[in-house]
């Protein structure tokens, strides 16, 4: 009874004893693994810069798979969607490489002619026959492009697929880059053919679903095909999610959604483009800022995925989708903030981490 009595006179102290432990006694070791952080400077920096750009909506930033700022300006609210324009065509890059993990399609190699036999007549060329998965993937199809100036002629006619098969070949398939849009939707109505089902179901099944993020039906054509490409919608966390994804290889709440090998090889570059001198793999933009290789998903008026893998960062910006005649120096700008002020300051903090921790 007395040793029962003493072990509880006891208690207090031991409970005394631990909370001085963990208030002084772990204090070293909470310096080496504190929450990752943007250097304060650069930080401030990059926050100041960000809130002077008009066209700017929401500007998210991870490092280690951790949000390290999350800004909304102009009334932008989290839970918003944002129109991510072509970043829709890295999301369906995504789409085509599920469909071959799960062997709805055989290989990229594999050509386009047996899914679009009931547009052979409208081809100028029967070379579109020898068009494969890749080259859709890749901007290299050699047809005309349906993008820029020729964009409102296509997205007005009767039936998208027929009309951009009806291009004529401009390159032989697999050649130079020729950015097009067109080349995205037919990767939408492979996919539709392949699956059974559309690309909006097959997106929220197997990506958005598994990935924990919303997602909502976006834009058809006239034969209810989803846009290819374009008009997708997604919340700002939603995107870093998806740079998430590509950062881990693929892998998001220990699901494997996309194997690692797709990954790897659609961040592989495969061309450039002769207009910004970036180049492309399979619906991803490469280029190397602030000495570090960068690999993005690219919307019109500066919907941006940034991973710098090196430094284990994903950055998110969604802007305006009607930008103007500014969209130009909007995007460079958003180029500019990564380059002066974000990327040098995640690589500043991962030296001062180093320090820290002792690590070489």
């Given at each position: 009874m007395r040793s029962r009595r003493?072990?509880?006179?006891?208690?207090?102290?031991?409970?005394?004893?631990?909370l001085a432990v963990a208030a002084y006694g772990s204090a070293p070791a909470m310096s080496q693994t504190q929450a990752p952080r943007l250097e304060p400077n650069g930080r401030d920096r990059a926050l100041e810069r960000a809130a002077g750009l008009p066209q700017l909506r929401s500007l998210l930033v991870s490092m280690d798979g951790k949000v390290v700022e999350e800004r909304y300006f102009y009334g932008t609210r989290p839970e918003q969607a944002a129109n991510v324009k072509s970043v829709s065509k890295s999301l369906l890059s995504t789409l085509v490489g599920i469909a071959l993990d799960r062997g709805f399609l055989r290989s990229v190699e594999q050509p386009i002619g047996k899914y679009f036999t009931e547009h052979a007549n409208a081809a100028v060329d029967p070379a579109w026959q020898t068009i494969t998965i890749e080259d859709l993937l890749t901007m290299r199809s050699g047809l005309e492009t349906t993008s820029n100036r020729n964009y409102g002629?296509?997205?007005?006619?009767?039936?998208?697929?027929?009309?951009?098969?009806?291009?004529?070949m401009i390159e032989t398939p697999g050649g130079r880059m020729i950015y097009s849009t067109g080349n995205s939707h037919l990767l939408s109505a492979i996919l539709t053919k392949a699956t059974g089902m559309s690309t909006f179901e097959f997106a929220r099944r197997h990506l958005a679903e598994?990935?924990?993020?919303?997602?909502?039906?976006?834009?058809?054509?006239?034969?209810?095909?989803?846009?290819?490409?374009?008009?997708?919608?997604?919340?700002p966390r939603a995107m870093l999610e998806f740079g998430h994804l590509y950062l881990n290889g693929g892998l998001a709440r220990r699901r494997q959604i996309v194997s690692e090998t797709w990954v790897r090889r659609s961040l592989e570059p495969r061309t450039r483009s002769r207009w910004s001198g970036s180049e492309y793999g399979y619906g991803w933009w490469t280029r190397f800022l602030a000495g570090r290789q960068a690999h993005y998903a690219w919307g019109y008026g500066g919907q941006f995925v940034f991973i710098v893998p090196d430094l284990k960062l994903v950055v998110v910006t969604t802007s305006s989708p009607t930008p103007g005649p500014e969209r130009r120096e909007h995007r460079n700008s958003l180029y500019d903030l990564m380059e002066q002020e974000l990327i040098p300051a995640a690589d500043h903090e991962r030296a001062a981490e180093k320090n820290r921790t002792g690590l070489s």
């Open positions: 003493l072990s509880k006179a006891l208690i207090p102290g031991f409970l005394f004893l631990l002629q296509w997205v007005q006619s009767r039936n998208w697929v027929r009309h951009v098969l009806s291009q004529p598994p990935m924990g993020i919303p997602i909502r039906p976006w834009r058809r054509d006239p034969q209810g095909i989803y846009f290819g490409g374009n008009e997708m919608y997604l919340t």
